[in-house]
């Protein structure tokens, strides 16, 4: 792929994250990946492994390294290389990182902070607006982050950290006035970048962003599986959870459709031990995959006949919601786009965070980032590469981790980088062949196109168009609430009724 430009100018991702050797053994990886050679842009044999130490990714040493890496992109850059008479230049496109790792080397706060996005000036007093927008022109909602201010607030939190160290406050209230002066300036900027300039190539990565989102859908379905079941606070135990209740029904749809078995165990250790605080499991593409071609099932445990109309409100708008994110998802994981699709993912992208925020109102960063930034994201690199947000998946940065764990399985903690850049050089480089590869997954099931399945991938009877929870009346309902922005008349009816 040449994105429609001149050849032998080579589109470079590099990035880093946590390398895989053990829960307390801290390793950090850094890989670079070419957008526009190879045949396989998210398969890891297309991710080379550029340095690595045993240190976590906030080190010193990493920083430093991040500091140096810019500084030799910036003077490779600007020169022009010439290999068997062609004129070759290498520029510096992506930087695919979880959010994390990006808040961290953009010098920003953590994603705790009041504005918690890297991507905009979005903050928690007005993350739920649904008909907002994000880009760079003055009517727009929130506007992406303007490096010269990065700066400049940068400068200002020095010199402000310097005033304090001359004061006998303590060390919390010092920490409270700097993060006080960050959120009045309207920023989350503490440090410069250490990525410098190349902060504008920080964008929303595809994995990560979906299995969040997932994860998300997830603890909604899970709170109200328990809320439903009435379950008292003396039962700690899976086994004495009455059977015909919704939590029961929810650990047997999460056992046999869903089939996701280790993240059933930890339910069921979580609920065993108490239910102390939130449930927290991280989910990975494999979770999102399976969420994605069952997630109706779940729903469905969640339903009872004696549910009031704002209960099946609330199910129903579950259920559109997460239709919503399967249908985005499988356009934003996606490194092959047309321009149809770009649309279409901005009107899945609206829809999810419309339900969301305005039915189920819960918008954390994720939902935002999926509601606003992966579609603004995508549409950026649509316009200038032809391609979608795909190109900046971590998926082939994770499976180069877990060959960088088989690489390092021999190797004592002192020969192990050695012995990992030995073995990748041999297998990336000097043993390369061509190994056709084609990715089969996809979010959309195959069981759509069956007659006996509804699109929501839910069974339904052959001689009808959708099944019963697509077909009710309230669900009707939520699906105009997507679209008109705000709560339907029909809604709003409803609501009335319970209210009285």
Not at 211 to 218: G, K
């Amino acid at each position: 792929m040449c994105f429609s430009e001149v050849k032998y100018h080579f589109r470079v991702a590099c990035g880093a994250d946590g390398a895989p050797f053990g829960k307390d053994d801290e390793a950090t990886a850094w890989l670079v990946s070419f957008l526009n050679s190879g045949t396989h842009i998210g398969s890891e044999k297309e991710n080379y492994l550029l340095a690595g130490a045993n240190c976590s990714e906030s080190h010193v040493v990493m920083q430093r390294f991040a500091k140096r890496l810019i500084h030799s992109f910036q003077s490779i850059e600007r020169e022009t290389f010439f290999v068997r008479g062609f004129s070759v230049k290498f520029s510096l496109e992506l930087l695919p990182s979880d959010m994390k790792f990006l808040a961290s080397y953009c010098g920003e706060l953590s994603n705790a902070a009041h504005y918690f996005s890297s991507f905009g000036d979005v903050n928690e007093n007005n993350k739920h607006i649904t008909n907002g927008s994000l880009g760079p022109m003055p009517e727009d909602t929130w506007h992406p982050w303007v490096y010269a201010e990065r700066l400049e607030v940068a400068a200002q939190v020095k010199q402000l950290k310097e005033n304090l160290s001359k004061t006998s406050l303590a060390e919390s209230t010092k920490r409270k006035k700097v993060l006080d002066f960050i959120r009045s300036k309207n920023s989350r900027q503490e440090f410069e970048p250490l990525f410098g300039p190349y902060v504008k190539v920080g964008f929303s990565e595809p994995l990560h962003n979906s299995n969040n989102a997932w994860q998300f859908i997830h603890s909604i379905i899970l709170v109200m599986s328990i809320e439903k079941s009435n379950i008292p606070t003396s039962c700690k135990d899976c086994i004495d959870v009455p059977e015909g209740c919704s939590f029961a029904k929810y650990l047997t749809a999460l056992k046999t459709e869903v089939k996701a078995g280790r993240l059933l165990k930890k339910v069921k250790k979580w609920f065993n031990s108490g239910r102390k605080g939130n449930f927290e499991y991280r989910f990975t593409g494999k979770e999102s995959k399976k969420f994605s071609h069952k997630f109706m099932y779940l729903v469905a445990a969640l339903e009872s006949e004696d549910d009031t109309p704002d209960t099946q409100m609330r199910l129903y708008a579950v259920a559109y919601c997460t239709l919503e994110l399967r249908g985005a998802a499988s356009l934003f994981s996606r490194a092959i786009v047309t321009k149809k699709d770009v649309t279409e993912l901005q009107e899945h992208c609206q829809r999810f965070f419309n339900v969301v925020s305005t039915l189920l109102q819960r918008v954390n960063p994720t939902v935002w980032t999926v509601g606003y930034a992966i579609p603004y994201h995508t549409k950026l690199l649509f316009d200038k590469y032809q391609l979608g947000l795909g190109i900046n998946s971590m998926q082939g940065r994770e499976a180069k981790h877990v060959r960088l764990q088989q690489y390092a399985r021999h190797a004592s903690l002192t020969t192990r980088w050695e012995t990992v850049l030995k073995h990748d050089f041999v297998s990336n480089i000097w043993l390369r062949k061509a190994d056709p590869h084609q990715c089969t997954d996809q979010y959309i099931p195959g069981c759509i196109h069956n007659d006996s399945f509804c699109f929501c991938a839910f069974p339904k009877q052959p001689n009808v168009e959708k099944c019963r929870f697509c077909s009710s009346d309230i669900y009707q309902e939520v699906v105009r609430t997507a679209v008109l922005r705000d709560l339907s008349d029909g809604l709003r009816s409803l609501l009335s009724v319970v209210a009285e």
